[in-house]
């Protein structure tokens, strides 16, 4: 007898060749569209168009800031550049107080006003 000879009846377990699929169980099918999103999209139409800029500027104006504050201060922490560092650290906090304004300005209904207006019945 051969020791590394090839003998099909060696390993009767063992399959012929892997197969990848039979790791783990198969992947869930995805949700079929229900009426709820479609709620959820005729909501966000409802919308008044200056909320719905105010809420994007300030998304927008929010990550601005997150990552001018992050970024500034590792270049002053770690590179020693203070004055760059500090320039972009100073545009997170311009970033961040333009958040608070469109945020202040959605809480005391400045976006919100021509919706009211018009549910009123006002021009």
């Given at each position: 007898?051969?020791?590394?000879?090839?003998?099909?009846?060696?390993?009767?377990?063992?399959?012929?060749?892997?197969?990848?699929?039979?790791l783990g169980p198969d992947p869930p099918e995805p949700p079929d569209p229900t009426p709820e999103h479609s709620e959820v999209v005729e909501a966000a139409e409802?919308?008044?168009?200056?909320?719905?800029?105010?809420?994007?500027?300030?998304?927008l104006s929010l990550n601005v800031a997150l990552a001018a504050l992050a970024v500034g201060g590792m270049m002053?922490?770690?590179?020693?550049?203070?004055?760059?560092?500090?320039?972009?650290?100073?545009?997170?906090?311009?970033?961040?107080?333009?958040?608070?304004?469109?945020?202040?300005?959605?809480?005391t209904g400045r976006y919100g006003a021509e919706k009211r207006a018009d549910e009123r019945g006002e021009p």
């Open positions: 007898m051969i020791p590394f000879e090839d003998d099909e009846d060696a390993w009767p377990d063992e399959p012929s060749e892997f197969d990848p699929d039979s409802e919308a008044p168009d200056g909320l719905f800029r105010a809420f994007w500027a300030s998304v002053a922490y770690f590179q020693g550049d203070y004055e760059t560092g500090g320039l972009v650290v100073l545009i997170g906090c311009v970033a961040a107080v333009g958040t608070l304004r469109y945020y202040w300005g959605v809480k």
